[in-house]
């Protein structure tokens, strides 16, 4: 039986996931805090929901997409949230990126319900989920995860089942360490370009074939030459995952001291009012320490 897919959370990435469940056959329904972004879904085929527990009512499989911990717990546990909704044999999706420690002790509390949890947090940014192509790193049953697998088959194409529940969060967390860190490194190096006299673009091409190639490079490079700060992730957002990073970090005592800097490059775009900007903003973090604009423009 095809499963009924709930869909909570349809700002910059839950849309076009829903989107892709619905174009992949699935029945739909969503539901969003501010409703007319869920209500611009009708005309994708997505039925729309005027509460957390009619959503919890309908779908056999829910997916949360917000922001952080707390309002994953509150739109879960909250009043009148999904878990008092939600069947007995139905799954909750998490695909937020939030606390793996968190994630662990709510999956328990809804297995005492009888609801199944997957925590399943995306990479790939906006780009990704408009396309169908997010890497999706995921955690709990197995048996679960393979029940799940065709709606994870409409949203992304690299799908991994890392381990038990709070597996997939700290995989993603593993994910925003690596990305933080190349993306704070690639406006270093635009910036240094910039201060020689480079051609910014042809810099980027031609340092892309070779072991300094990234996606980060090749993708958001060209976009901090050519000014172009629209978000496929949020500043705000990627410091909420440098937060979640740094706070487990120090509770094992590992240093981890690049990503430290990628977070206070971010802080200083957030005090120049851009943390609804892209990522890629933090080439102005550099550009203001170093006095040099990394700026080429198109053509």
């Keep these: 039986m095809a499963e009924t897919v709930g869909v909570v959370g349809t700002g910059i990435m839950g849309a076009p996931m829903a989107r892709n469940l619905a174009k992949a056959g699935f029945e739909v329904i969503v539901y969003n805090r501010t409703l007319s972004r869920a209500e611009a879904l009708r005309e994708d085929g997505c039925a729309v929901a ?12 829910v997916i949360t997409m917000v922001p952080d911990t707390p309002d994953v717990l509150a739109v879960v546990e909250g009043e009148g949230g999904l878990a008092g909704a939600m069947r007995e044999g139905s799954v909750l999706i998490d ?11 709510l999956a328990g509390r809804l297995a005492e319900r009888g609801i199944a949890m997957l925590d399943a947090p995306v990479s790939g940014g906006s780009w990704g989920a408009q396309q169908g192509t997010l890497t ?61 006299g480079a051609d910014l673009l042809k810099t980027v091409e031609a340092v892309s074939g070779g072991a300094a190639g990234s996606w980060q490079l090749s993708n958001l490079g060209p976009r901090m030459a050519q000014r172009d700060f629209a978000p496929g992730f949020m500043v705000k957002l990627q410091q909420k995952d440098l937060r979640l990073i740094l706070e487990a970090a120090q509770e094992q005592h590992v ?20 943390g609804d900007e892209g990522t890629q903003a933090v080439v102005k973090a550099v550009e203001a320490l170093a006095g040099v604009e990394a700026r080429q423009d198109a053509g």
């Design 50 to 61: 005027g509460s957390l527990a009619e959503i919890g009512q309908a779908a056999s499989v």
């Design 95 to 105: 695909m937020s990126t939030i606390s793996p420690a968190e994630t662990r002790a």
């Design 136 to 196: 999706i790193m995921a955690g709990g049953e197995p048996e679960t995860f393979e029940r799940c697998l065709p709606v994870f088959e409409a949203m992304g194409k690299s799908i991994t089942l890392m381990g038990p529940s709070g597996m997939g969060q700290t995989t993603k967390l593993v994910n925003q360490i690596l990305v933080a860190g190349t993306c704070a490194a690639v406006a270093e190096a635009l910036v240094f370009a910039a201060s020689q």
């Design 255 to 274: 240093p981890l001291a690049v990503t430290g800097l990628a977070r206070q490059y971010l802080t200083a775009v957030e005090a120049m009012g851009g």
